[in-house]
Structure formats: structure tokens, C-alpha cells
């Protein structure tokens, strides 16, 4: 499936109910947080990353896809012992913005689509949360490429039938 830009007139909006709106976040950041301490082979995965892309091509509005990011990513560097609060925050803020400002100009609904795009946020998400740690915050962080290119892969793949799900619960505006 090709990926379409699309104006204005033809994007459309979608909403998403308080509870729905609450509660997705939460439980992704608490299935993050305590999941993979019993399977460790989830960790791969970063269910509130895909959480931020989902609700922000979703509502395709900047400023919204910022908030979702910076609240979802505060609370994940609440629940993670070894991250300082702040450094999901500004990774998952970054990737908020960037999903809901290329929501706006690319058909993001279809599989295909989906699939790349979460793969180049995966990496962004990486870069900017690699170069706050050991930037700004003096975090030592190996960076591992070949780790990286799998779990966004992975976590591709996972959005694709996740967002599907998701899709359930949205509401025209």
C-alpha cells in the first residue's frame, strides 16, 4: 500500500473518550513497567512509545500530540528506577510532536504506513532519549545499533495489530 500525502480537507480528526483517553496510557506505561520483569524478552518492546505515535496521528494536533508525550513519558520515568524523570519526557514529547505534525501531511491509517512510521519514531525515539541521557543528564548509555534497528522492528509490528485494536476507539470529531 502506497503512503499518500493528503490536504487538509481530507484529514480527519479523531477524538478519544476521557476514560479511553486516561486509561490506554496507563496501562501501557504499567505493562512496561512490570511486565518484562517476570518476561524479559518484552522489553524489547515499549508499548507507551507506541501509545504516543498511536494517539498522535490519531488526533493530529501538535500541541496535543506534545501533552500525551510529556505526561505519558514523565509517568514511565516515574516507574523506571534507573531513568531520571524527565528523560521519556523529553523523548516521548519530541516523538509526540513529530507524530501529530506528520499525521496532518501523510495517510497514516493504513498498515504500510504505520509500519514505517513507527519504525522511524522508534529510532527518533532512540537518538533523542540517547542524546539526553548522555548529553544532558551524564547518563552512561551504550548505544547498539543492530539492537535497535530489531526492537523497532518489533515494535513495528506490534503497532500494526495494536493500532488496529486501538482504532476501535476512536471518534470522529
Known amino acids: ?3 499518500t500525502y493528503t490536504s487538509h480537507e481530507q484529514v480527519e480528526v479523531y477524538r478519544f473518550s476521557p476514560p479511553v483517553a486516561i486509561l490506554i496510557p496507563l496501562l501501557a506505561v504499567f505493562l512496561q513497567a512490570f511486565v518484562p520483569l517476570r518476561f524479559h524478552f518484552f522489553s524489547i518492546f515499549d508499548l ?3 501509545v ?3 494517539f498522535g496521528v490519531a488526533r493530529r494536533n501538535p500541541v496535543s500530540g506534545m501533552l500525551t508525550g510529556a505526561a505519558i513519558g514523565i509517568l514511565q520515568d516515574a516507574l523506571t528506577p ?5 528523560v521519556f519526557g523529553i523523548a516521548n514529547t519530541v516523538v509526540g ?3 501529530s505534525s506528520l499525521g496532518v501531511k501523510i495517510d497514516v491509517d493504513n498498515m504500510a504506513s504505520r509500519f514505517l512510521v513507527t519504525i522511524f519514531f522508534c529510532v527518533v525515539h532512540e537518538i533523542v ?3 539526553v541521557a548522555s548529553g544532558l543528564v551524564g547518563i552512561t548509555v551504550h548505544w ?3 539492537h535497535e534497528l ?3 522492528l518489533a515494535n513495528a509490528a506490534l503497532a500494526v495489530g495494536m493500532f488496529a485494536i486501538l482504532d476501535r476507539f476512536k471518534q470522529r470529531t
Open 97 to 99: 510532536y513529530g507524530a
Open 52 to 54: 504516543v505515535i498511536f
Open 150 to 152: 530489531i526492537s523497532a
Open 82 to 86: 534507573s531513568v531520571p524523570i524527565g
Open 48 to 50: 507507551p512509545l507506541l
Open 129 to 131: 532519549y540517547f542524546t
Open 144 to 146: 547498539n545499533w543492530p
Open 1 to 3: 500500500m502506497p503512503i
